[in-house]
């Protein structure tokens, strides 16, 4: 039998998430001993309230409200407490003493996780986050560390699976948008706060962290470009389906060349048009995609859970194994580099395209009116279709698809449109993604 060395590990939290990491630890030990050439200790648990009843039976003698101490003697750190403080500063305390950090704190991630991968840097420690950004799915290591020799090109992620359930319903069954929160929400689908999952701070926070390691760039979370999907219609998703196309909430970090051929990158948050025969268009109910392009390796899709506590759970522990590896071995932890450094540009510099819906008048020359409206701001249609079925008497639906250009050249379009007494009024502006 082998004589194995302790690695004492400390865990932060005894949640959803952390119950789950708890039982894997113990249940699946010898099995994860021989995986990583140590035995891994849970020293540990630190909560709030020590006899809080919990998803696991667990020995009630690792509890302890004391999170300072039990880093201290940590050899590795598993913080799944969640929010800003205390875990910013245990994290801190515990790269400091020299501990490798594992966690899924997104929120913390977004906000401070340049701060923290510096304090890692500067002592030889670890930092992990695998599970911060879609759950159960790989996808910081693919991006770091498979595709690291690649250039990648662009990240595109349906990663809040609340919002992809609630567009989802209103796509296949047809429900109002309130109808489709409310199953949402008694599914326990949305955060307590539900401006977190509808607005897309949830999603602009992995995007931060998505476009941080894609681009060896910091972007802070307020240089996202952020759309909710709380002004998206049933009437817009019919659109969309009648058009073979499907909503969803993206999230996406791009290379992009500025208008003055500054190289740059574009991270953004909103619900887009997708056709349906994209790999993220089948992506259904709660679940969460990533997908990349890369210069060499072409287009790839990586699909699973992004939440609950086994799945995240599952992600956690490939970090701690991959930290405890490093920690026996030695040598510096794969701390994503800053690099590239380059600037983050604004939304009116990406090149997209749109589908624009306009209620107008149903008489002579409008068409043409429209159509030179979008010429004069340099962007031609791809399609237009006319609706006179829909809309107030004498009056018609005009669905125009146009071609990629510029986003400030189509935002300038449509207040144009908008403006013209044609148009009586502008019923949908929605981006479509995707295409190459
Ligand atoms: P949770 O169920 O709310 O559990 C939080 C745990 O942390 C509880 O055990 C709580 O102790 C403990 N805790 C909170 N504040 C504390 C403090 N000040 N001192 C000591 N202990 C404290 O959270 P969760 O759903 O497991 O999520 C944990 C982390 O994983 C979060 O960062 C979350 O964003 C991330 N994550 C979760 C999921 C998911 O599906 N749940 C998916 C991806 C990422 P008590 O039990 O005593 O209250």
Known sequence: MNEYRDLRVALLGCGSVGAQVARLLLE???ELTARVGARLTLAGIAVRDVNSKRDVDLPIELFTTDAERL???????VELMGGIEPAKSLITLALQGGADVVTANKALIAAHGKELSATAEQVGAQLLFEASVAAAIPILRPLSESLVGDHITRVMGIVNGSTNYILDRMDRFGDSAEDAAKVASDLGFLEADPTLDVEGFDAAQKATILARIAFHTEV???????????KITAEQIEAAKHAGLVIKLLAIAERVTGSDDTEGVSVRVYPALLRRDHPLATVYEGKNAVFVEAEA???????????????????????LVSAARRHIVGGPGIIGSLHADLPVLP??????????????RDEPGVLAKVATILAEHGV??????QNT?????GHAALIIGTHAAREADLASTVAALANDSAVTEV??????EGAA
Do not use: C, N, W
Request: glycine share 14%; net charge negative.
């Open 28 to 30: 699946h030990g010898d």
């Open 71 to 77: 880093v201290q003697g940590a050899d590795i750190v």
């Open 220 to 230: 802070p979370e307020a240089a996202v470009h952020r759309e909710g999907i709380t």
């Open 297 to 319: 390796a072409g287009e790839l899709m990586f699909y699973g859970a992004g939440a609950g506590g086994a799945e995240t759970a599952s992600a956690v522990l490939g970090d």
């Open 347 to 360: 939304v009116g510099e990406i090149i997209t395209s749109y589908q624009i819906m306009l209620e107008v």
């Open 380 to 385: 031609s249609a791809a399609s237009v279709e």
């Open 389 to 393: 079925s829909k809309g107030a008497a």
């Open 427 to 432: 019923l949908s502006v929605l981006r479509m």
